[in-house]
């Protein structure tokens, strides 16, 4: 029979088990007479799976394979742990374990075994409404070993409810009851162990890895499941290939044989130097020759369960020199006594046979199993007792199980009839100690047990598999990874596996491709930062800091202001003391004159209305200097402007009275009269102050004087730290007026263009003007598209130079004139000029 069998409904395979005899041969080895038989299910010859067993009705040759050497090594362990409950009068006094052991011969002899456990000693099985009474040969089935083995059996035996405990399937869908209700496993599923393998691969840093499954159910599941398990981890899949199965007794047709010899090549030219291999051991064999062959050297080798300690391929010749080997395996848990029993001859008469019975199949033979453990006993020695404790293990449970169904106590049991679904229900209560360990199922049928991370090893007397860290399931952490780990490279350098290097801070990842380890390493622009070398995405820094190009922190503008020590702010104080020194002087010098022509000339006691509020304008250029108050901004914002607009009605009405008493007091005598009757100009300047004083109350009040910051446009690490953040606006509306009495300044002293060369304020009143009206534009224009430091030191600089122009463009000529020339300060020279005009013009 085959494994095709599987297909068929439940009802057509109990007519087989009717129709079909199935046969036993007595043997010391494989059979063990007792009150109560285990059936075990074991892997003693190594076919490998492929169709030529299918081709005939018949149970295949098992004999014809090669022994597998962990197949009989399991199976030594299920005798030895019976033999060991049988001489303990504690466990089950009084009552004989026995066992029937069937040889499945890798995964093509499944269903003639199950009918054989099932069948009473007349080898039939009767067709019944209910099987709730019925009794098997077996009360338990230790095994099989692969997950399509362990599914075939199962839906059979999990018809009659009858227990079954595998050691090495690893499958995630035997955790499902409803389909496998009578099913039990001594060995962590595969969840745990692809999660082992992939914290194995982030403790050392490899995230770029190659996949080998092999094309059979095995490689499939757990690829499919590594893939799964990767999602949201930082490790990435180089490749992933299949291995293609070979046919019966490994042969490798042509085909296979490129195919593997392009798998190899495949890895040796890829960047990635760690390979994760999934993949059941018989198909390896033909694949590690092969990387021998092409000399493929330096790369990890992660294995699976299936194979990680297998002694057949760590033997093959010279495969230390194919890099490191890392394998997930079961923990070592030394069970004392059995490496001895282990190649222990066996001398026992065979029991005589019936004559009814026919002749014996070939699946409890092995002529060669204990001379070929005897030639690997040293390796199995040295590697300890790893899947050797999950048969041990599963054989004690079904004897606690026992125990408590039996009723036993210290010095007898209850010998009754033991019905597989009341043995199932003490399966899944048990919970003992053995050597050390708590064992007990949950209730998906898994043990607690955790698993080992083993390196290879070659060293004579040295333990082929030793252990380099432990991973646990309960916490689902890899924990004690050793740090003397012997790696095949030079100066014993862990080996490197990744896609792109780490990054390093102030840089994050651009992917490359589709693989979310390929990436390329980009600084964090100017204003964000990223402290975490593992993150793809820069962190904007907060408002008050900043950082440069490829910077992992953050740190404080350097805040900005105009200070005394810079030189422009030397050159502007100079030049401001200068003109306050100047204008002082020049002060002193009409009032010392007061009376001449040229002082009355140029408007008399206005110009001291003119002077005063330039000197107050000059001593408050200091408050545009140092760190910025709110003080200091209100000072800014109405002294110096209320100063600066007097000066600039003052000249506005001097130059329209230039007009008038030239041209406009013939054409408008009376208008003139009221002009001078009601002091017009005072009057105009005054008016002028209190709008001025008005719009300055209402610049406050709208946009109010609070300290604020700004980014320096041409540094980003600068901080301006400004009166309000819209101190430019301001700045227009209260220079408004200002520019509107300089345009009618200018146009008043420009009509006076005429007047007489040697009495002509006019000119300088347009010279002072039109600086003003250029300076004031320009730094309003300065200031609507530029928002750095200069804006301060332009503002400033703005300030002294046009009161420079007022004080030395409009009082300058005039002081010169009193003070080098004062032959023409007297009334007779003015006159002269008038009237000398005045005739031209008639």
């Known amino acids: 029979f085959c494994d095709r069998t599987m297909g068929t409904t439940a009802s057509w395979m109990l007519l087989l088990l009717l129709l079909m005899p199935v046969e036993v041969q007595d043997s010391s080895v494989f059979h063990l007479a007792g009150d109560y038989l285990l059936g075990g299910l074991f892997t003693l010859h190594a076919n490998v799976k492929g169709t030529t067993h299918l081709s005939y009705m018949q149970v295949p040759q098992c004999k014809d394979y090669e022994v597998k050497v962990l197949g009989y090594n399991l199976m030594q362990a ?130 770029w890895v190659i996949v080998i499954a092999s094309s059979d159910d095995y490689g499939r599941e757990n690829s499919q499941l590594f893939n799964e398990k990767l999602e949201g981890r930082d490790i990435c899949i180089a490749f992933q290939e299949s291995l293609p199965v070979p046919l019966a007794n490994r042969t490798i047709l042509p085909p296979e044989k490129k195919r593997i010899e392009v798998i190899v090549d495949k890895i040796k030219k890829s960047t990635a130097n760690v390979v994760a291999v999934m993949s059941l051991d018989l198909v390896l064999l033909d694949f590690f020759e092969e990387v021998i062959c092409q000399n493929l050297t330096g790369t990890v080798w992660i294995a699976s369960e299936s194979w990680s300690i297998d002694p057949v391929i760590h033997n093959i010749s010279n495969i230390q020199l194919a890099g490191t080997f890392l394998g997930i395996t079961t923990q070592n848990i030394p069970i004392p006594g059995f490496s001895d029993f282990r190649v222990r001859q066996t001398y026992v008469k065979r029991p005589v046979v019936s004559k009814n019975r026919s002749e014996p199949t070939c699946n409890q033979e092995c002529d060669s199993c204990l001379d070929t453990t005897i030639s690997y006993s040293t390796i199995l020695t040295l590697s300890g007792e790893r899947v050797v404790y999950n048969v041990y293990s599963a054989v004690y449970a079904v004897a606690h199980a026992l125990h408590h169904l039996l009723g036993c106590n210290g010095t007898s049991c209850s010998k009754g009839v033991v019905y597989p679904w009341k043995l199932l229900q003490e399966i899944r209560k048990v919970n003992f100690t053995l050597l050390g360990h708590r064992i007990f199922f949950n209730e998906n049928g898994d043990p607690p047990l955790g698993l080992e991370v083993i390196q290879w090893q070659w060293e004579e007397g040295r333990n082929p598999f030793e252990s380099i860290a432990f991973y646990r399931s309960d916490r689902r952490k890899l924990w004690k990874v050793a740090t003397n780990i012997s790696w095949n490279t030079p100066n014993n350098m862990v080996p490197y596996s990744v896609c792109s290097r ?71 104080v100079v030049a401001a003391s200068l003109g306050f020194l100047g204008t002082l002087a020049i002060l002193i010098i009409f009032w010392m004159h007061f009376q001449t022509p040229m002082v009355r000339s140029a408007g008399g006691r206005m110009c001291f209305l003119m002077l005063t509020p330039l000197l107050v304008a000059y001593a408050s250029v200091p408050v545009y200097i140092g760190r910025p108050t709110v003080l200091s901004c209100l000072c800014r914002q109405t002294l110096f402007t209320l100063c600066f607009t007097v000066c600039i009605a003052c000249i506005t009405v001097r130059s329209f009275q230039i007009v008038c008493i030239f041209k406009m007091a013939r054409r408008l005598p009376r208008a003139y009269g009221y002009w001078v009757k009601y002091n017009g100009p005072y009057v105009f300047v005054v008016l002028i102050t209190l709008l001025k004083v008005v719009i300055v109350t209402t610049n406050i009040m709208v946009i109010p004087t609070n300290l604020t910051t700004q980014f320096d446009p041409d540094d980003t690490q600068i901080l301006i730290l400004n009166c309000n953040a819209n101190y430019s606006k301001a700045l227009l509306l209260n220079t408004s007026l200002d520019l509107i009495l300089s345009v009618f300044g200018f146009s008043f002293s420009y009509m006076g263009k005429e007047l007489p060369t040697n009495y002509n304020e006019a000119k300088f009143i347009t010279l002072s003007m039109t600086f003003y009206f250029t300076s004031s534009v320009f730094l309003c224009t300065f200031m609507s598209v530029y928002q750095g430091v200069l804006v301060n030191i332009f503002d400033v600089s703005v300030t002294v130079i046009n009161l420079l122009g007022i004080s030395v463009g409009y009082f300058g000529p005039k002081c010169y004139m009193i003070l080098f020339y004062p032959e023409r300060n007297t009334l007779a020279y003015f006159n002269n000029v008038i009237q000398g005009y005045t005739m031209r013009k008639d």
């Open 78 to 207: 299920m005798r030895f742990a019976v033999e060991e409950i049988n001489n303990d009068s504690s466990l089950l006094p009084g009552l004989l374990l026995g066992y029937e052991m069937v040889d499945v011969c890798y995964i093509t002899n499944n269903i003639q075994p199950v009918l054989y456990f099932l069948a009473k000693e007349n080898f039939n099985l009767p067709i019944q409404h209910d099987y709730s009474s019925y009794e098997p040969r077996v009360v338990a089935v230790i095994g099989p070993d692969t997950a399509e083995s362990v599914i075939t059996v199962s839906n059979l035996l999990s018809l009659f409810l009858l227990p079954q405990i595998t050691y090495s399937a690893i499958s995630d869908d035997l955790r499902d009851s409803s389909r496998f209700p009578a099913l039990f496993r001594t060995i962590p599923s595969g969840e745990h162990q692809v999660e082992a393998m992939i914290q194995l691969m982030a403790h050392f840093g490899w995230n």
């Open 502 to 572: 780490n990054c390093q801070l102030g840089q994050w990842k651009k992917p490359v491709g589709l693989h979310t380890c390929c990436f390329e390493c980009v600084n964090c622009s100017a204003g964000t930062y990223l402290n975490q070398s593992d993150d793809s995405e820069c962190q904007s820094c907060p408002e008050n800091e900043w950082s440069r190009e490829g910077d992992s922190r953050c740190f404080k503008r350097h805040l900005r202001f105009l200070e005394w020590q810079e030189p422009p702010t030397i050159i502007v």
